[in-house]
């Protein structure tokens, strides 16, 4: 959830999603959902000659998110510090909605 | 989601282990690794060594300044001997998905220096 | 609940990881990887963190940790570490 929102900050830039079986694909980003699905438009396979099906696939891409590896992100795009702030703030929502009822 | 007996017994782990130890739960570790230098054992015969900069219940991460290595163990056919081929790449940042984590080690404290 | 058969009264896993918190442990991944070391704490998902860890692979010391987080999926098992 949280990262679909960190996804959703970046739609419209550029990424590069890496999939476990090793195949890269680079895209603008159009949409992310909370399983982190993410749709790709302009889309460019980075190796081609490995994967000459794909080569076929030119405008947009649905990629499924239990594939993803990496995604490569726009270090300019993202406030690291931010991500940081809300990481702790979520880290802290968590533990306090699991440890409450064990407590009392 | 899980069912309610699981999550009772994850539960009653969670409160049972809290006492006695400096960190309550594991996650407290990788909140601890937060805006540190972290090595990260991934599947795949990968490793990153990078700055945490977020991550989540799942252990998805975002690490910046990251250098990957692969491994990559050939046999030579004659000798039989194991080559073990290491290619190392920079990742500026880059979303990381839980699932392919093994192990996160902080490496801004050494061995013993956590008590 | 069923009773096990031996001299031991019946022990839930949870009592089991319980006597071994703090102690020297050893913890299988399913990579093939061992990690000795001393367990610190670990959740109904069987993260674990250990600290003082050496990493063996195929019974070669590969590597030491400080503190190590193991993710849960990937541990086969859990055990106190054999008296050297």
Known sequence: MFFAALFQTLVGQVVTVELKNDLC??????????YLNVRL?????????????LLALRHSCTVRGSCVRYVHLPPDQVDVQLLQDATRQVASAVKAARVRPVGE | MQSAGSAAEGASTNGALTGGSILGEPSDLVRLCLDE?????????????????????????VVGDAEETVMSTEVDEETFE???????????????RGDTLILISPLFRQSG??? | MDSMPGQHETQRPADFLRQILGRPAVVKVNNGAEYRGNLVCLDGYLNIVMEGT?????????????????RGNNVIYVGPAPAK
């Open chain 3, 54 to 70: 050496e990493e063996f692979v195929g019974g070669e010391l590969k590597r030491r940790y400080g503190d190590v987080f193991l």
């Open chain 2, 37 to 61: 230098l972290v090595y990260v054992k991934l599947r795949g015969e990968r490793e990153l060594v990078g700055r945490l900069h977020g991550y989540d219940q799942h252990l998805n991460m």
């Open chain 1, 41 to 53: 438009a302009d889309v460019v396979v980075t190796e081609p000659e490995a994967f000459p099906a």
């Open chain 1, 25 to 34: 694909i680079r895209g603008t980003l159009l949409s992310v959902d909370p």
């Open chain 2, 113 to 115: 220096a956590s008590r």
């Open chain 2, 82 to 96: 194991q080559i073990v081929r290491t290619r190392k790449r920079k990742l500026p940042l880059v979303f990381v």
